[in-house]
């Protein structure tokens, strides 16, 4: 089972990709606080959490790249509603 993405035993899970946007929004209200202080320290948790960012966006891009090949191939998702996984084994 899942904890947050949409599967038949979860259908008010959400999609990938709506979970890593929050993630990032997260990550960004966050480096937001530490911009100005300029300790070392702070300064090497910004530059890590902007690399967090970029790996982010890329996972962002790719999960709604499967939802527009599943969406073209299989039609919207009915999975939200009970319905059965577009593709896989149950």
């Not at 530490?34 to 966006?57: H, Y």
């Amino acid at each position: 089972m899942t904890h947050f993405l949409v599967t038949e035993e979860h259908p008010e899970g959400q999609r990938l990709e709506d979970v890593l946007q929050k993630v990032r929004a997260d990550i960004l209200h966050r480096c937001t606080k530490i911009t100005e202080d300029i300790r070392p320290e702070a300064q090497q948790v910004l530059e890590n959490n902007m690399r967090v960012l970029n790996l982010l966006t890329d996972a962002i891009n790719l999960a709604q790249d499967s939802t527009r090949i599943l969406d073209k191939a299989f039609g919207p998702s009915q999975a939200a509603k009970g319905g059965p996984p577009r593709i896989g084994v149950e």
